[in-house]
């Protein structure tokens, strides 16, 4: 690969994280509203959604392509589009019953 191919794609790697920062900074303000404690990973890679009792958190990342957020609660997957993040927080709200 040269220089320019190499520049090109660190950009594009850029503008990846960029809108996965994006996206998750919606859905952490749409979490807070709803009075979740949503926090970011150490590499601001996904988020960390508290409970009150002493589950472990949920992790919110983003999906590939930055369309969907996705999470892990008790052993299934769940998807959401990331172009709704209120309806992202009301879907996370009410799977850890808060």
């Known amino acids: 690969m040269n220089s320019l191919m190499e520049a090109a794609a660190a950009l594009l790697r850029h503008h990846r994280h960029q809108r996965d920062l994006l996206a998750l900074t919606r859905l952490q303000a749409a979490l ?3 009075g979740l404690r949503a926090e970011w990973r150490d590499n601001n890679s996904a988020l960390l959604i508290w409970r009150t009792d002493p589950d472990l958190p949920v992790l919110v990342a983003m999906s590939y392509g930055c369309s969907h957020y996705c999470w892990r609660w008790r052993d ?7 172009g709704d993040s209120d309806g992202a927080a009301r879907v996370l709200a009410e799977l850890l019953g808060s």
């Open 76 to 82: 299934d997957e769940h998807r959401h589009p990331v």
């Open 32 to 34: 807070l509203a709803r």
